[in-house]
Nanobody, 124 residues
């Protein structure tokens, strides 16, 4: 069982930056690809970014390309999401999640473990 704990959310103005972090409990963290998802009330959880186990490949939804950067540190069992030039539409609860392999890496239903989420609010 992998336990994931997110941190770094908060309130920021449009154009500002936040850095989200996710710490994993497992020594096998390096075996998992990791993803970030976000959700707003009444909407389904949507894919934001993902990174493969060795950091060889990263994936982003179109709306965050050029603004968000996902990275990981396998030695520390952490994954981060650097968010720059934030927009009000980036507001939501952000979740990190772990998946074995890379198949359907953008599909939240394929992920094995989830954190509890951290709120990001971008004011206009």
């Amino acid at each position: 069982q992998v336990q994931l704990v997110e941190s770094g959310g908060g309130l920021v103005q449009t154009g500002g930056s936040l850095r989200l972090s996710c710490a994993a409990s497992e020594d096998t963290f390096f075996m998992y690809s990791m993803g970030w998802f976000r959700q707003t009330p009444g909407k389904e959880r949507e894919f934001v970014a993902a990174i493969t186990s060795s950091s060889l490949n990263t994936y982003y939804t179109d709306s965050v390309k050029g603004r968000f950067t996902i990275s990981r540190d396998n030695a520390k069992s952490t994954v981060s999401l650097q968010m720059n030039n934030l927009k009000p539409e980036d507001t939501g609860v952000y979740y990190c999640a772990a998946i074995r392999g890379v198949t359907a890496i953008m599909n939240p239903s394929r992920y094995d473990y989830w954190g509890q989420g951290t709120q990001v609010t971008v004011s206009s």
